[in-house]
């Protein structure tokens, strides 16, 4: 039996890079996938053609993950499409890469909208749905929250903030049989990356590298195993942690 088989799974920010990569790799497992994404439908409907070809089940579904309507209609065309939710994967994410004298206001209320209220809301309406039988959590942090860059200072402490919330929850909800984990990806070959300058033989991507034992980038599909292995009945045992997948690289 494949290991994700008969679970349904909302993956939030699902229409390219890290997050298009865990919902195949769900679809490819057994589960029927929730692909969400805010604006790029086109990507969107790109995974879900992937998936259904290659014999797996999927839909998408816009919403904005700070919106807590959105949020609602997003887990209620989850439950009618494909009856209850078992895992949510929180990826979804606003970079907001700036140094202190350039964070506005409204810059910082997009970054933790998006990278702490959001996980908030989609965990609350998950837990409505995940019922009696319990369910898995996994939200993708990054190693910024640990080991924070120059120009990063928002970007790592939304990270920070839901690595804590990772860990308070895991005790909140061990009771009723859900886990939930981080997963914190090095850098990785994604869209979002290219679009913060972090494009191939680029000085970034050079930096990065020196700094990954493992000698390159992180892509999306080595993430996605991460994230399969922790849905799976094969982490059973797992919960509240912080798992590193970067190829090694730690601190700057
Ligand atoms: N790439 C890296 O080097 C790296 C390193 C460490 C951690 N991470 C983490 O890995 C995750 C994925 O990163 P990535 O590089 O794959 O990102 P990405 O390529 O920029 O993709 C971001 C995704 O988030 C969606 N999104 C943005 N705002 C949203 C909102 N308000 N509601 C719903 N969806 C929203 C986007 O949807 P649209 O396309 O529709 O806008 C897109 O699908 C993030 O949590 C990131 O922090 C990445």
């Known amino acids: 039996m494949s290991k994700l088989e008969n679970k349904v799974a909302v993956i939030t920010g699902a229409s390219k890079g890290i997050g298009a990569a865990i919902a195949k790799h769900y679809a490819a497992a ?30 998408a579904v816009q919403g904005d993950v700070s919106d807590k309507a959105d949020v609602t209609r997003l887990f209620q065309t989850a439950k009618t499409a494909f009856g209850n939710v078992d895992i949510l994967v929180n990826n979804a994410v606003s970079q907001g890469y700036a140094p202190i004298e350039q964070i506005s206001v409204e810059a910082f209320h997009q970054s933790f909208n998006v990278n702490v209220l959001g996980p908030i809301l989609t965990i609350q309406e998950a837990l409505k749905h995940f019922g009696d039988k319990g369910g898995n959590i996994i939200n993708i942090s990054s190693g910024a929250s640990k080991y924070p860059l120059p120009n990063a200072s928002l970007y790592s402490s939304t990270k920070a903030a839901l690595d804590a919330f990772t860990i308070a929850l895991s005790k909140e909800l061990g009771a009723k049989n859900v886990r939930i984990n981080s997963i914190l990806p ?26 990954t034992p493992l000698g390159r980038r992180g892509r999306p599909e080595d993430i996605a195993k991460a994230a399969v292995f922790l849905a799976s009945d094969d982490a059973a045992w797992i919960t509240g942690e912080q798992i590193s997948v970067s190829g090694g690289m730690y601190g700057f």
């Open 30 to 59: 057994g589960a029927k996938v929730i692909v969400n994404y805010a604006s790029s439908k086109e990507g969107a409907d790109k995974v879900i053609k992937e998936i259904i070809n290659s014999g797996g089940i999927a839909i």
């Open 186 to 211: 090095g850098a990785t070959d994604t869209e979002g990356a290219a679009s913060a300058g972090v494009t191939a033989g680029s000085e970034y991507e050079k930096m990065f590298v020196e700094k």
